[in-house]
């Protein structure tokens, strides 16, 4: 049945969750975390199209959620750190909703997909922490994650406006090693005592596995939508003697990444990198009461869709 454009739905949703967790200490150097989580979720979406009759979908799950973490400790500066989880991500009610609508920002045609199931991601992190100091850091992580029933966002072919909508693909893997750093600049001189750098970056790569997927996209062979290849962060801090005052200086990057997958023949649609600087100051105004200053993208750097 043809769905009309705009419509109304309502939407009920019941999670009930326990979980169980053991901590323990094996001498002074080893930790071990462990447990699990079960979640229920009950959700009824019920939409109401201007054009058509009421659909709904009452998408019902019970997932057990275990996780594993386990530290050691060489020294009193230094921790390893291992771990493993599987987590979950639920469709919003608007994506479950068969509803047309036009989104605020770049007014695209949005339409929901009863169809949709939850993801499950099981995530694996190894990660060195050294700490030279009170507040600085240096660490190393390698990351691998496994996605079942990921949901993408997709470009449909249309004769007339685009439209946008989700799916379910079968699966999809993502790893990569983040680094992360934050230094005094005191070691310079001791007129910097006051300033801090600190600095993080990703760099990610990803695949995405389409059998099965309802839609037939273009592209088989690409990231996940959302994904992009690399990201770094950079803020430069000073902060008054007595801690109450702050400013910041932030620089952000995040490389091209696929917004919409397209539909065959129509082309994945990519959102370019974006260099962003954002400040940041923090007064005090009485002992109580605190000011904040924010000024975003400075560089007035646009979006860009290709």
Do not use: C
């Amino acid at each position: 049945t043809p769905i009309g454009v705009g419509g109304t739905y309502t939407a009920s949703d019941y999670q009930f969750a326990g979980f169980a967790m053991v901590e323990k200490e094996f001498g002074p150097r080893w930790q071990l975390i462990t447990g699990a989580r079960v979640e229920y979720s009950d959700v009824l979406v019920k939409a109401q199209p201007t054009i058509g009759s009421v659909t709904s979908t009452n998408p019902v799950f019970t997932d057990v959620l275990p996780a594993f973490a386990v530290t050691y400790r060489p020294s009193e500066s230094t921790n390893l750190r291992l771990s493993a989880s599987q987590t979950v991500s639920r469709p919003e009610y608007r994506e479950l909703a068969p509803i047309q609508y036009r989104e605020v920002m770049g007014f695209d045609n949005v339409l929901g997909n009863a169809d949709l199931k939850r993801a499950l991601i099981q995530n694996f992190d190894f990660r060195w922490e050294w700490y030279p100091a009170m507040g600085e850091v240096l660490s190393v992580g390698l990351f691998a994650k496994r996605f079942t029933d990921p949901i993408e966002r997709v470009y449909r072919g249309s004769s007339g406006t685009r439209i946008i909508t989700f799916v379910n693909a079968a699966g999809a893997d993502n790893y990569g090693i983040e680094l992360e750093g934050r230094k005094s600049l005191d070691f310079l001189s001791d007129a910097l005592a006051n300033l801090s750098l600190s600095a993080n970056a990703t760099i990610m790569t990803s695949s995405i596995k389409l059998s099965g997927q309802s839609i037939a996209v273009t592209n088989n062979q690409r990231a996940m939508v959302g994904q992009a290849p690399y990201m770094f962060n950079s803020g430069l801090t000073w902060t008054s003697n007595a801690g109450s005052s702050s400013a910041t200086l932030l620089y952000n990057v995040v490389g091209a990444r696929i917004t919409e997958a397209g539909e065959v023949p129509l082309p994945d649609v990519k959102e370019r990198e974006r260099h962003v600087v954002d400040f940041s100051l923090r007064l005090p105004v009485s002992e109580r009461i605190s000011a904040r200053f924010d000024a975003r993208n400075l560089l007035d750097a646009p979006y860009r869709l290709e």
